[in-house]
Structures are given as structure tokens and as C-alpha cells.
């Protein structure tokens, strides 16, 4: 079966580093995304992964590893707006998007 | 409108009722798709379209059904809604290339009693 694995819940202070861990195991691979849940909102893109190494984008950076079968989200200078559910998703094979149950991050001043 | 909206934003329906819950885009992506959301479990999909006149059945389509008449409209029904279908539905919209992002409309609250 697939299967995608994140920790429940995490809790970090404000102006610190968290960083997500993500691991699947899927028919196949094209590609890895993370998104960010707000309670009651809508997920929202963070960013894609296909290719082995470290993506950054501002305070949010990705890195996956195709041969371990593992994602992190690393989180920087945390803020409170930060508070929110993380969510690692795999496209599979037949292109499909198969999603891990998230990561809810609480952020303590 | 901007983006991808759905309707209702929420509703208590009672088991056996029909309903259709509505999803428009207006980015004129190909690819639509609809999800529910339940605690402690991922997004897992319903139904998709990777373009208009065509739909495909996604991980859990039992007691659901979808029409794509066109780019921009991706209703979902539930021809006879039954308690377990209480959840929160996403849909959301894609460029229709099999890597592209999704982009969530801000989802349906569904209670069925």
C-alpha cells in the first residue's frame, strides 16, 4: 500500500527553527509538495520537490532525498502566523496525489 | 471572482437528501479535482477531470458523482447523503500537466445527520 508519514504535532517558540519530517512509500515517484492549513482555511502551495537536494524560498525551505524516501520542511524565524497545519503530498505513478495527514505546528511565544 | 470559489460554505443536511455542492474556477485550468478532509486522516480524492467532457474516480467515490460540462464548473453530488459523508470538501484546480500545483477553493463544511 502507499503510505506517508509526518508526526502529528510539533510545537516550537517564536524566532526559532522547526523543521517537519516527511517519509513515504509509493508506487513510483514524480514529484513531492508541501502545503501549508490554516484551521478552517484552505491548504496553500509551499513548495515542489523532484530532484534530490535543498529548495529555498524565503524563511521556508524543502529537501528531499528519492533514495530514502523522505522530505523535510525546515521553518526559519519562526512566527506566530506560522501556526498552522503542514501537509506532505507524493505524486505517485499514475500521477496522483496521495497525501500524508499533516502536521499541526503550534507556536509559543 | 478570482481564484477558485465553492458554495455552500457550510451545511446540515439530513441523511437520505440530496445534494450538490458547487465549484468554479476562473483560471481556465484544465484539471479539477475534489477531496474531503477528516480528522486525522490526509485529503484523499474523490473524483477528477483532467479536462472538460471527461471525469475519473478517485480513491473514494462511492456515493458520489461529478459532471465537468465545461472549463470552469466541477460540481459534486451526493445523490443520497449518509452520516459518514460529514466532512470538510475541497475542490481544487490545476494546469492539467500532471506536475502542476493545485489550488484549493476554501472548502464546503458538510454535516449529515
Known amino acids: 500500500g502507499q503510505n506517508i508519514d509526518q508526526p502529528t504535532e510539533m510545537t516550537a517558540t517564536e524566532g526559532a527553527i522547526v523543521q517537519i519530517n516527511c517519509t513515504y512509500q509509493?508506487?513510483?515517484?514524480?514529484?513531492l509538495f508541501w502545503y501549508q492549513q490554516h484551521a478552517g482555511e484552505a491548504p496553500t502551495f509551499l513548495s515542489y520537490n523532484v530532484l534530490d537536494g535543498l529548495e529555498e524560498k524565503g524563511r521556508f525551505s524543502s529537501f528531499l532525498s528519492r533514495s530514502k524516501g523522505y522530505s523535510y520542511l525546515l521553518l526559519k524565524e519562526l512566527q506566530m502566523k506560522d501556526s498552522a497545519s503542514y501537509l506532505c503530498?507524493?505524486?505517485?505513478?499514475?500521477?496522483?496525489?496521495?497525501w500524508g495527514a499533516g502536521t499541526k505546528l503550534i507556536i509559543k511565544p | 471572482i478570482a481564484g477558485i470559489t465553492q458554495a455552500p460554505t457550510s451545511q446540515i443536511l439530513a441523511a437520505g437528501r440530496r445534494m450538490t455542492l458547487r465549484c468554479t474556477q476562473d483560471?481556465?485550468?484544465?484539471?479539477m479535482y475534489w477531496y474531503r478532509q477528516d480528522l486525522g486522516l490526509g485529503l484523499r480524492l474523490i473524483h477528477y477531470s483532467n479536462t472538460a467532457g471527461t471525469t475519473g474516480k478517485g480513491e473514494v467515490p462511492d456515493g458520489y458523482s461529478v459532471s465537468r460540462a465545461n472549463t470552469d464548473d466541477f460540481p459534486l453530488t451526493l445523490a443520497s447523503a449518509v452520516p459518514s459523508q460529514t466532512s470538510a470538501y475541497f475542490c481544487?484546480?490545476?494546469?492539467?500537466?500532471?506536475?502542476?500545483?493545485?489550488?484549493f477553493g476554501p472548502g464546503t463544511r458538510l454535516t449529515v445527520l
Open positions: 509509493t508506487s513510483g515517484f514524480n514529484g
Open positions: 503530498a507524493v505524486l505517485d505513478s499514475n500521477y496522483q496525489l496521495i
Open positions: 481544487a484546480s490545476g494546469g492539467g500537466s500532471s506536475t502542476d500545483t493545485q489550488y
Open positions: 483560471m481556465r485550468h484544465n484539471a
